[in-house]
């Protein structure tokens, strides 16, 4: 079986508004004429392949089309799309037995694409790429009054390619008649146009918008935001006589407790400088200054929920949070599950998404001798 392929690339793009026809605009280095060529040049059941080019670019073809790879013809096109085909088809080679016609907007086509629609249009006569609707679909005048709601499972949105045997195509293109695409002649002409599965990514590219959602395709670009965002946070605070010991707002019976403008609770702390460092909102002294006194003697669970109010309003949401405490005594293990409980509690997921351990020092340091306690902990945030 012979198959030539006509890349319908003759229009001048006026909707995107750029100084040249978009198909010529550069995409990750290379041109998005030459990206959907390619990827019909390199299909092994493709034969050759003809190019429609506006007019005054067809006596001079960029060199990419014409440097490497099976045959290639160049044709001028025609003031419709339909015209550009008609010019295109009438230079196929006479052993096609099968035409199949892709947007030259369209980079992104992938080889199993071309290869399902050509086997439809072998068996059926015509055959189009198309993806089914997923949204409700409502048909409505001019005045976008709506009439009538539409079957959505009999709903497909057309793409290219479009296959065709070359005597079906033929009879279509002989309509003369104005039509959107080739599959509309056919339809016309009564012959049976088959769907093939489609592809969500094999986008036209119509508008500016459109070239930026290629980018970032190609990963060209970064999103706005990242999805998913690291925190660090730190703490440390001596250990008097005097004083309650509270981590993670609870109380713990010990001779000592952690000094501090507020509670001082250490692993409230280092998990609020986390949560807001990945939010990137600062940190605890920023928000909360200990010069301040409305912030005496403050309940720490309270100060980390007003951090996760900050990280809330930046449309960011607890992954986990891992805690490290190190301190040589007391021994943490009784009280993890209900720190766990309460920074849950606050931070708005489960405990299972928080982690605590307790570390000592080796007796190194002012942690090793009893005078300290230091907290680590590590957020991972995701944008909702």
């Not at 339809?187 to 070239?211: F, S, W």
């Not at 943490?332 to 849950?344: F, G, H, K, M, S």
């Not at 080796?362 to 090793?368: F, K, L, R």
Request: hydrophobic share 45%.
């Amino acid at each position: 079986m012979h198959v030539s392929a006509v890349i319908a690339a003759g229009g001048r793009g006026l909707r995107f508004g750029a100084a040249q026809p978009k198909q010529f605009l550069s995409l990750g280095g290379r041109s998005i004429l030459e990206r959907a060529v390619d990827v019909f040049r390199n299909c092994d059941i493709v034969d050759d392949l003809v190019v429609a080019l506006p007019h005054e670019m067809a006596a001079d073809p960029p060199a990419s089309l014409l440097a490497r790879g099976k045959p290639l013809e160049i044709v001028a096109g025609g003031e419709r799309r339909q015209d550009s085909v008609a010019h295109a088809f009438a230079r196929v080679s006479d052993r096609a037995d099968i035409v199949v016609i892709h947007d030259a907007a369209r980079p992104f086509v992938t080889d199993d694409t071309i290869r399902r629609t050509v086997a439809a249009a072998a068996e059926t006569g015509a055959a189009i790429a198309a993806i089914a609707a997923r949204d409700t679909v409502k048909r409505a005048g001019a005045n976008r009054i709506v009439s009538a709601t539409l079957p959505r499972e009999e709903i497909y949105l057309a793409q290219t390619p479009q296959a065709f045997r070359t005597s079906v195509l033929r009879e279509a293109l002989a309509l003369g008649v104005d039509a959107t695409d080739e599959a509309m002649l056919a339809e016309r002409a009564g012959h049976v146009v088959q769907i093939v599965e489609g592809d969500p990514r094999n986008m036209k590219i119509t508008t500016p918008e459109d070239l930026a959602t290629a980018e970032r395709l190609l990963g060209l670009t970064a999103p706005v935001a990242p999805a998913l965002r690291i925190g660090n946070g730190y703490d440390l605070h001596r250990l008097v006589e005097g004083r309650p010991l509270v981590l993670g707002g609870v109380t713990i019976p010990f001779d000592k407790g952690l000094l501090g403008h507020s509670d001082a609770d250490v692993i409230c702390h280092a998990v609020t400088d986390a949560i807001l460092g990945a939010a990137g909102a600062g940190d605890i002294g920023r928000h909360f200054p200990d010069h301040d006194p409305a912030w005496k003697g403050a309940n720490s669970l309270d100060l980390l929920r007003r951090a996760m109010a900050v990280v809330k309003s930046t449309g960011l949401s607890i992954v986990n949070v891992d805690v490290v405490v190190i301190a040589q005594k007391p021994k943490l293990v009784p009280y993890i599950d209900a720190i766990r409980t309460n920074l849950a509690a606050v931070l708005e997921c489960e405990a299972s998404q928080i982690s605590v351990k307790g570390k000592t020092n080796e007796g190194v340091d002012s942690m090793g001798a009893g005078e300290s306690i230091a907290v680590h902990a590590v957020a991972l945030l995701v944008r909702s």
